[in-house]
């Protein structure tokens, strides 16, 4: 896997985690950026194993001439049970269903917001792209190749807009 994102943000864990893992305004206005649209979300439900999932479905725009302008999506989010105040863990892996060679790979994200103190956290992302069949290997390198620069430049916007947002949760009265 790969670190795209390690940095601490003067946003408390608490906050982040609903930043990123609700229906917030934070993530509606990022994916009109991203232009993500035809967004759903189920809510949280815990799992037998007392985790909690859930699903989100919407459809990407792709700048990539070569592979198409469009693709839906579905996004499985999974956040441990062992996660608490200070310290979220949550898995999510993403399927693409049409792009080419989609039924051969998914990309699994790990976040990590961890309490540095009240008012600050540590965000860390992992992500990697996963095999469900091995392609040939030329196709393996396109398809690794391509997901690595989406999910970077899509990663480089996310830090960008929590920074914006870190600006405007403390000027805003220190409700953080
Ligand atoms: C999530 C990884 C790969 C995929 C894409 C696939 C090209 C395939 C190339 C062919 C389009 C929001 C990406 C970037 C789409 C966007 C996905 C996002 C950014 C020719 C073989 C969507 C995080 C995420 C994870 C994986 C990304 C896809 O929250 O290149």
Redesign the pocket.
């Known amino acids: 896997g790969r670190l795209y994102l390690n940095k601490v943000f003067h946003i408390s864990a608490a906050r982040m985690f609903e930043l990123l893992f609700t229906d917030s305004i934070f993530i509606r206005r990022f994916m009109n950026v ?1 232009k ?1 649209t035809n967004a759903s979300f189920t809510p949280w439900q815990k799992d037998a194993s007392g985790n909690m999932k859930r699903t ?1 479905n ?1 459809t ?1 725009t ?1 700048s ?1 001439p ?2 198409g302008k469009f ?1 839906t ?1 579905t ?1 499985h989010q999974t956040m441990y049970k062992e996660s608490r105040d200070g310290h979220y863990l949550v898995d ?1 892996e ?1 399927y ?1 269903h049409d ?4 039924d051969y ?1 998914y ?1 699994q ?1 790990h976040y990590s917001i961890k309490s540095n103190s009240k008012r600050k956290c540590r965000l860390r992302v992992y ?1 990697d ?1 996963k095999y469900k069949k091995q392609p040939w290997g030329l ?1 393996k390198s ?2 690794t190749k ?2 690595w ?3 970077e ?2 990663f480089r916007q996310l830090e960008a807009e929590l920074l914006e947002e870190e600006v405007d949760i403390n000027q805003g009265g220190g409700e953080s």
């Open positions: 991203r993500i989100l919407y990407i792709i990539n070569l592979i693709s999506a996004e999510s993403v693409t792009v080419p060679y989609h790979f990309t994200n992500t792209v196709i396109f398809i391509n997901s620069s989406g999910i430049d899509y």
